[in-house]
């Protein structure tokens, strides 16, 4: 019998994860569907009742005393809604409610991916024991969340940390958010292989335009693809010399993706963070990879809803 | 008799003000001295020591309980020590103790100038009933602090908040601090003379080359003083949105005596805004001016002090 067992739903764009998790952050039981984002939202809510359904059909099942879900964002935790970019057909959706529900009235905890990512890495990760910490992924976008004060700090709608969409070249280009120069648009995979091809290195012959191809022709010794990633660390670190000179996190995790790179991405980071954090209580600031794997999204879910259980809210 | 009564310090490049606060943020008791600016350090100290001198010859100075000091920056809370940019003479001044001791042991609380302004705000004026806000100071520099989750937070070293040294424009101009393109690198009052200066414009018959009398040219129309306060505005505004991307605060306060040229800056600040802040959940950020005038100091000081004694720690 597990007395800390709880629900969590990993929502992005390309697939719904679900999960029991107990007390210790492991995953007892899984299930995962393909997100139908291009659907309507009805469908999309459909596939999230099938993975519940199948977490349901466990007999651990009703051990479950609460469900996190951490959700690609925007997400509301106030109204309880979540307005996924990659997911037209949920916006203002109201996905706790939805879940409440389904699951028979648990309570339910709802939080940003990032932010979920950020719960799994204090929990358990490389930001473990790190009282104010900065957590991000750089994949696709640019997510991330924040450790303040020893605890997960969601802010009041469950977005706190979205590092990838706050500007740092304020003339810059246009991001798809509306705002210019953000993180994401400079230091995205996407960003990083599309400024590559625009200076002129070619994939080779399995035409592969990835961001992980031009890292790879980047430890070849090729120098656009190498400036590519530069220019990209330039704009993390000056986001996380931001995020640390506003809230003095003493580390930042950086995965996903783009991070698989190493010492690609690593070195030039931690090079252009000497140029940015330049004030005293931010020069002490470490940049290491992240430790959890593609689990993350669900442990971190799982934190959230555990700490709402034990009565101390995660707001 | 005054139960809630704290002596309050406002340690800035030009002046060492202090004060003897009630538990209504009520001035009872002021000192001040010119700070020497350039001179060693004991002579700085020995500034400090009549200051509190002064406020110990009252008679209510018995019933003060701690000492909040609220300095320019950088501080170091978890040191004791302060390294103001404009006071050479201290460098890793370890400004807790030497006040300790000349106070016979009371508890001191220290948190940088910025930090201690929010608490003002906070407090007493225009962030009152925010559990979540920016406080800004728009002058000689750009400094601020935070109220997150209903609390003053000061971060770790006690200098959260400090939005001026965040890179808005990661390949823009060197800022003293060593980074580029700094918020105070663009928006300070003497970077907004400057780019006046640069632009063309020209001082009246008093050869007033100050912010307020750019202000005042904007205000009567010149085009390039209105100019250099649109760019100054872009780069709080870029500021602005990234500190409540990353933190969700629902209310900027910007003071300061920049601040005091009014819609010259507050216009374009708020059309400014709706740039840069793009995300459903920041796009309900309001900006104010601050209410608190140049107390401000001394109260956010006493707030912080009175906070600690209640045995709530400020950090």
Redesign the interface.
Known sequence: MHTDLVAALDIGGTKIAGALVDGQGRILVRAQRATPAQEDGETVMRAVEEVLGELAASPLWDGARAVGIGSAG?V?AVAGTV?PVNVPGWRGFPLVARVRAVTGGLPVELIGDGVAITAAEHWQGAARGH??ALCMVVSTGVGGG?V??GRL?P???G?????G???????GDLCP?????CVERIASGPNIARRALEGGWRPGPDGDTSAAAVAAAARAGDLVALASFERAA??LA?GI???A????P?IAVVGGGVAKAGDVLFAPLRTALK???????VQQLTVVPAQMGTDAGLVGAAAAALTRKAGVPA?
């Open positions: 925007p509301d307005s009282d104010n924040l303040l004060n700090h802010g009041p709608t977005n706190a940390g979205h590092i969409h706050i500007s740092v070249d304020l003339d958010c509306g705002s210019r120069g330039q704009a000056a010399a931001a995020t000179t506003l809230v003095e003493d140029d940015y954090a330049t004030l005293s209580f707001v």
